[in-house]
């Protein structure tokens, strides 16, 4: 391993992410459109029951693997992240394939998410074009990007803050109509029993299939978590805030989860119509909208819309930010480019955002290939790769711990530590392989077989495996031993 490509670069990004930016960058990352619009279409398929448990499950996942990232993070706040982690622990192959996947990942969510603020926006001017939003609102975001680290962390402080307060009233005023106060009549537990006379009842509907297709759902709902990974780079303070960040900001976001959804199943049956229309493009069907609505909040609709369009605008802050650090920890360690490991005088990697940024930039296109479609095949392609990021993260931690026992070290002298180690990584290893392979399984069981459906939901999964094997064959790669795997790091610049 070069250690001096190491220290070179993180000799140059500067620590400036306060406490309160880190907070929010977990809180921000995994709070978006997911909950908002995609929460509607799991209750219709799956019913409360199974739209909660897939949550929940999905939910012990990602609490296993922002442990698994925190301990590793804590003892190495390094950019790469798990990508670098990967190299040192696991092998430089799968390093690589993980950067260049995440890379992509978050490249294309902010192409995606720029076509959802361009058809949400419609919304209020229905005869405008997406193409202009989407360059307004791209050129806010990097704005944001290029000034500084801070400015994103700012950015996304604020972002994420209209977030959190819309959920806490939804959650307030949903509980009111539940209990009868607000709304008219308390619909009880009778969405709960609900039958839609075609042999589908409630709580769960659609079995154990239902719930599945729902981890995919829910999986990118909760996707951007591992941001905290990459910000710890950045932290002024990354051994005091990463744990502290992980420790309260996961249950605050369970809670945001579990007790959305719950109010949903309460006050929306799996039956209405409206779940099923809970996409970008008819905001309107949001199911904050409907509850919003049946409260007596006239002008519900346009404040939804408003939320939508900022956690839309907070997840492409989030995305143009770590895809811009992955490409840029990479050039640093020679798996791509020199030229995107460059940065400026305040410490913003000005290539690699450029880089990203002209990917986003399909985006312009939605509009003369249809809308509908392309954030589609960008929202499914976004979906998928984030679950093998996460299943990086816990075969990452997996190897680090047992190296770092191998060596002679005391689990007890590491600043965080992650409960339930082996189990956790384990469990998060096995389950992200099943949702990888299997929550798209509905595409075999359609009526009539579709190419484009499946192609747009599997076609990421051979060219991950095929990135790994061509690069390991060229470079002729091996597991890298325990007792050889590298825990050194160096800090990078902290501003003052």
């Not at 409360?48 to 949550?55: E, L, Q």
Request: proline share 3%; hydrophobic share 50%.
């Amino acid at each position: 391993m070069n250690t001096n490509i190491e220290k070179s670069h993180e000799a140059e990004l500067r620590r400036s992410l306060k406490a309160r930016h880190m907070n929010m960058i977990a809180i921000g990352g995994a709070i978006g459109t997911g909950l908002f619009l995609a929460s509607g279409n799991a209750i219709s398929s799956a019913g409360p029951g199974g739209a909660i448990t897939a949550f929940a499950v999905m939910g012990i996942l990602v609490y296993f693997l922002m442990t698994s990232l925190g301990e590793m993070a804590t003892k190495m706040p390094i950019s790469g992240s798990f990508e670098t982690y990967a190299t040192k622990f696991v092998d430089p192959a799968l390093g690589f394939a993980l950067g260049w996947n995440f890379w992509f990942a978050w490249a294309i969510t902010v192409a995606a998410e720029l076509v959802a603020a361009g058809l949400i926006i419609k919304f209020w001017f229905p005869n405008t074009g997406t193409t202009i939003w989407s360059i307004i609102f791209l050129t806010i975001l990097v704005g944001l990007n290029i000034l500084s680290a801070k400015a994103y962390g700012e950015g996304e402080f604020w972002f994420a803050g209209i977030k959190v307060v819309t959920i806490v009233i939804f959650i307030i005023v949903g509980v009111l109509m539940i209990l009868g106060i607000m709304g008219g009549k308390s619909p009880g537990f009778s969405n709960w029993t609900l039958s839609d006379g075609q042999g589908h009842s409630a709580p769960f509907v659609g079995g154990i299939s239902a719930i599945l297709t729902s981890f995919f759902t829910a999986g990118f709902s909760f996707q951007g978590t591992e941001l905290v990974g990459l910000a710890a780079g950045e932290s002024e303070n990354p051994e005091k805030d990463v744990p502290k960040a992980i420790n309260t900001v996961f249950w605050r976001i369970l809670l945001f989860y579990i007790g959305t959804i719950t109010v949903i199943g309460f006050l929306i049956p799996f039956t209405d119509p409206n779940l099923l229309k809970s996409g970008v493009a008819d905001v309107a069907f949001s199911p904050f909208t409907i509850v919003f609505q049946r409260s007596g909040i006239a002008v519900a609709a346009s404040i939804m819309n408003a939320v939508i369009l900022t956690s839309v605008l907070s997840c492409g802050n989030s995305g143009l930010y770590a895809a811009s650090r992955m490409l840029y920890a990479m050039a640093k360690e020679g798996k791509a480019p020199k030229v995107f490991g460059k940065v400026n005088k305040r410490g913003v990697p000005m290539n690699a955002i450029y880089l990203t940024t002209l990917v986003a930039s399909t985006a312009f296109f939605a509009s003369m290939f249809g809308d509908g479609k392309i954030y589609y095949i960008l929202y499914n392609a976004s979906g998928l790769t984030c679950f093998f990021a996460w299943l990086g993260i816990a075969i990452c931690h997996y190897r680090f711990r047992k190296a770092y026992v191998a060596q002679g070290n005391k689990v007890e002298d590491l600043k965080y530590r992650a409960l339930w180690y082996p189990f956790g990584p384990i469990f998060a290893t096995i389950l992200c392989t099943i949702v990888i392979f299997g929550a798209n399984i509905w595409v075999f069981q359609a009526e009539t077989f579709s190419w484009f459906d499946f192609i747009t939901n599997y076609a990421l999964i051979p060219i991950f495996i095929a990135i790994y094997v061509v690069y390991k064959i060229k470079h002729k790669t091996k597991l890298v031993p325990l007792m050889e795997c590298d825990f050194s790091h160096s800090e990078y610049k902290k501003v003052v």
